[in-house]
């Protein structure tokens, strides 16, 4: 019989990336910034082709399209950076930086629209980021990696509360 030391070994661990390192739903970027372009510029072409409007309701269609595409590039913002001092979570909205220590757990569960980060203040924190809607196979590649390095990143911590 062989020693257990490959069993130590967790199986299918992803290997851990140079840093920094970012994860972006790219295809989705990909849709949503095609298609406020095509917005802007279809609604701006009807606002200068329709020939009964006025300069201010043709300024008001140009105002209306370049809302709307700011909106869907607003949308597209999501991602995640990890560096060697911790994570940056870019949401929609908002930003938020966390260290390594914080992030207890990466979960990205069946049905789960995006990664959930529980942290040590016992709060969840979603990661838009990364999204398994359109590539569901590079979601789950992309939370596995945040997973791996969350652990080696955050090893001494568990350590410490044994001693």
């Known amino acids: 019989m ?8 967790p199986p299918a661990l992803p290997a851990l990336p140079a840093l920094p390192v ?25 606002a200068l ?14 105002l209306t399209g370049a809302l709307l595409s700011s909106v869907l590039l607003l949308l597209s913002r999501p991602k995640v950076v990890a560096d060697e001092s911790g994570v940056t979570v870019v949401n929609i909205a908002s930003r938020r930086r966390l260290d390594w220590a914080e992030i207890l757990r990466v979960n990205l569960r069946p049905g ?5 980060l529980d942290l040590s203040d016992g709060t ?16 789950i590649e992309d939370a596995r990696t ?5 652990e080696a990143r ?6 410490q509360d044994q001693g």
Do not use: H, M, N
Request: aromatic share 6%; net charge positive; glycine share 8%.
């Open 2 to 9: 062989q020693d257990p030391p490959s069993a130590a070994v």
């Open 124 to 139: 969840s924190l979603p990661v838009l980021g990364i999204q398994p809607g359109v590539a569901k196979q590079r979601a």
């Open 146 to 150: 945040l997973r791996a390095l969350t």
């Open 112 to 116: 789960d629209p995006w990664v959930f």
């Open 154 to 159: 955050s090893a001494g911590a568990p350590e």
């Open 49 to 62: 082709l329709l020939e009964t409007l006025s300069p201010g309701e043709r300024l008001s269609f140009v």
């Open 22 to 46: 970012t994860f972006r739903p790219g295809r989705t970027r990909a849709v949503l910034a095609t298609a406020g372009v095509a917005i802007f510029v279809v609604i701006t072409t009807i």
